[in-house]
């Protein structure tokens, strides 16, 4: 009995811990970009002429992702729009 319930309150933290971004990519092609969160780095895709939302693992309230344009800091819940490979916090 102790076990299931520390292996449900690990299960609970992993999905607390998801960072969601909802995004617009106004471009023709999909995207990975690489993120860093926690001292740690990952990648996250975007979706080519879509309207979408990201997931990334992390505990962290804010990351960095790097685009053409340079690295953004995004926070968690935020909205973002890619254009030419450059995000802008909505």
């Not at 685009?67 to 953004?72: D, P, R």
Request: some cysteine.
């Amino acid at each position: 009995m102790k076990t299931l319930l520390s292996l449900a309150f690990v299960l609970v933290t992993t999905i607390a811990s998801a960072f969601t971004i909802d995004y617009y990519n106004k471009d023709s092609k999909d995207y990975t970009m690489e993120v860093k969160s926690n001292g740690s780095t990952q990648k996250v895709e975007f979706r080519s002429s879509t309207t979408g939302a990201t997931s990334i693992q992390t505990s962290a309230s804010e990351v960095e992702i790097k685009t053409s344009c340079g690295w953004v800091k995004v926070k968690n819940g935020s909205k973002v729009t890619i254009k030419d490979g450059c995000i802008t916090v909505n």
